[in-house]
């Protein structure tokens, strides 16, 4: 369901719950289990309302924090929870100044006929988010809906928030994220034409389209990935950012996939970052760089060798 359209005559109440839902990450992903699971108890229906973008992009759009996840992906995602339905609002500046007791009467109550609402605890919304908690449990006495709060989940006795995976993120630090996120960050593109400067020095690299949109892109590196192209899952190394080695050459995404030579032109991608391996760095000759880039393979290789193991023994 997109927008906040209103659901079947024949659902007669929901478990919902409401937020920005960045990354879908493992708290998140708490709070989709916990409705799913009250909706299915009491014979209700299961519905998430997220926002088609950042409220702070309409808001405070110099403010606005970059994404993990497009409207696409979280939408990709989502679908895997097993919810009955996903109502993605256009976050509108007249949205914005709902206040609490007009989200409630008009979006919870008369178009998603919530019966019971679940909320992650650091939880807000309405005009200036005055609708915390307390306001929430208020409106629902009056209204006859529940109001829950799940707690939060730590990850190495730290919380998990989108704002921290962001961080690192941003910071190149994806194996991290990834815990938080409860899988690997991606991204996806198509590949195109480059300048074939890759397949020159022994090396063919597919160049990837930059994402669309706000997408958070990692810390400028080279980055183990494994990469889907329609069901065939492949290892590789990822370049992300300059080419310092060669004045004048546009920032790249460049794709090499390990034991792989194949046309994939016009083939969209989605990558997952695995690990970092070094930074980006400039090199005093081509041939230096090759040497370079045969020691990232070896140390790729590697990485997927100890994966691999781990992987066996569990």
């Given at each position: ?28 992903q ?6 799913d ?46 919810l ?5 609002v ?43 908690v ?20 730590e ?59 706000d ?11 494994r ?29 090499y996939?390990?034991?792989?030579d ?53």
């Open positions: 369901m997109t927008g906040v359209s209103g659901l079947p005559e024949t659902v007669r109440g929901t478990v919902v719950t409401v937020g920005t839902f960045d990354g879908v990450h493992r708290g998140h708490a709070i989709l289990t916990e409705i699971r009250r909706a299915r108890a009491r014979g209700l229906r299961s519905v998430l309302l997220t926002f088609d973008r950042h409220p702070l992009r309409v808001l405070r759009p110099d403010a606005a924090p970059l994404m993990l996840t497009t409207p696409d992906e979280k939408k990709a995602i989502v679908a895997q929870s097993g009955d339905y996903v109502a993605f256009s976050f509108t500046i007249e949205f914005s100044r709902y206040a609490p007791e007009e989200f409630v009467e008009e979006v919870l109550v008369r178009r998603l006929r919530a019966k019971e609402l679940v909320i992650g605890h650091d939880h807000g919304f309405g005009r200036g988010r005055s609708g915390d307390e306001v929430l449990r208020r409106l629902g006495g009056a209204h006859g809906f529940e109001v829950d709060v799940v707690a939060g989940i990850v190495g006795g730290r919380p998990v928030s989108s704002t921290r995976i962001r961080e690192a993120i941003a910071s190149g630090r994806v194996a991290e994220a990834a815990e938080g996120l409860g899988r690997p960050y991606s991204l996806r593109g198509t590949v195109v034409h480059g300048l074939g400067r890759g397949r020159t020095l022994g090396f063919p690299t597919a160049n990837l389209t930059p994402p669309a949109g997408k958070l892109l990692p810390a400028e590196g080279i980055y183990a990935v990469a889907s192209l329609g069901s065939e899952i492949r290892d590789g190394l990822l370049h992300l950012g300059p080419r310092p080695t060669f004045a004048g050459s546009p920032p790249t995404i460049e794709l996939l390990l034991d792989f194949r046309d994939i032109y016009g083939d969209q991608v989605v990558v997952e970052f695995l690990e970092r391996l070094r930074e980006v760095r400039p090199f005093d000759s081509a041939a230096a760089l090759v040497e370079q880039m045969r020691a990232d393979v070896v140390e790729g290789r590697t990485f997927f060798q100890r994966l691999q193991k781990t992987r066996t023994d569990l």
